[in-house]
C-alpha cells in the first residue's frame, strides 16, 4: 500500500515548491491514515516529514479551523522556505510550542482534514483511508482512552460535515481500506469509475 503511493507520488511533477510532493492521507478518525503515513516515511528512498493533525487541531470543536492551519503551514513551503504550526496541548486545553517544518522532498500530511479542497493545487497524491463505523470507533477508543469516548459522536458530525462540504472522497486518488481486507484502488479523480491495483507493499 506504502508502495502504491509513493509510486505514484514519485510520478508525478512537483508540487510543493519548486521540488517538493505533497501527499495528504485523509478519512474519518480510526480508519488506518497514521499506520499508512508512517508506512510510507518507512518506505520512502528520498528525506521526508511527517505531520500529523492530532497534533494541530485546536481542541475537540478545531477540525472547521484545519483549512486555516495548513494553508498558514504550506504557503512558506511552497516558496521553498520553512513552514510552522503550533501544536496543541491536549492535556492542558491551550496552544502549546510552535513547531518548524523545513522544505523537504516529500512531506506527507496524515489526519481528518489533510485533504481539504483549498490544498489541490499543493496536492501531489490525496489518498482517502476508510474502515467501518465500529473497527473505527474500537480504534479510536484504543488510542485515546476514555478521553475520546465522549467526544466521539460529535466529532464523527463534525467529520462528516466537512468531507461532505469538501468533497474529499471523490477528489481522491486513491482509496484504501483500512482493514487491509481489500487491495486499494487507483482512480480517476472526481469519478467513481476505479480499476483496482495490487497492494505493492
Known sequence: MARLVLDLATSRPAT?????????????????????AEAVADAATIET???????????????????????????????DAAGSYTRYDWAAGAPGEDVTVAPVP????????????????????????????EVRRRRGLERDGDSFAPHW???????????ERQGTRGRADILVDGTGRHAPRTVVPGSEAAQSAQPLG
Open 106 to 133: 516529500l512531506l506527507v500530511l496524515e489526519g481528518v482534514g489533510a485533504g481539504s479542497a483549498r490544498l489541490t493545487p499543493l496536492t501531489t497524491v490525496l489518498v482517502w483511508v476508510d474502515a467501518p463505523t
Open 49 to 79: 516529514r511527517v505531520v500529523h493533525l492530532d497534533d494541530m487541531y485546536e481542541g475537540w470543536d478545531g477540525l472547521p479551523r484545519v483549512p486555516d492551519q495548513l494553508e498558514q503551514l504550506l504557503s512558506p513551503l511552497d516558496r
Open 16 to 36: 510543493l515548491g519548486g521540488s517538493g510532493l505533497l501527499v495528504c492521507i485523509d478519512g474519518p478518525s480510526g480508519a488506518g491514515k497514521s499506520t499508512l
Open 153 to 163: 459522536e460529535a466529532w464523527a458530525e463534525a467529520e462528516a460535515h466537512h468531507f
